[in-house]
């Protein structure tokens, strides 16, 4: 797994990592944007609720959302959860037991 980076731990971004992978239907916004940022994502504002998270080490990794609005606090689609999912094991986040 790529080394988390920013100013979260090792042992959050694994424990959110964990979460994500069991595709829970209450991850939320601040969750995902957590994770991705101790993975070394930035996060660019798209147009209206768009946003992406680009890899700081890998450019041609990206991750295009839109951020929720219709819930307190504001949660992830499952289908949209299972799709960054996906795509971070793509990308080597997660060991083979994953």
Partial sequence: MPAPQGDGS?????????????HPRDFTWDELSTLLRQLGFEKHAGAGSGASFHSS????RVIHLHKPHNRNPPTLLVVYVRAVHARL???????DQQ
């Avoid at 042992?11 to 069991?22: D, E, G, M, N, P």
């Avoid at 094991?89 to 060991?95: I, T």
């Fill in 57 to 60: 080490t890998d450019p041609s």
């Fill in 10 to 22: 090792l042992a959050k971004s694994r424990k959110l990592l964990l979460r994500l992978s069991t």
């Fill in 89 to 95: 094991q793509d990308w080597g986040y997660y060991d």
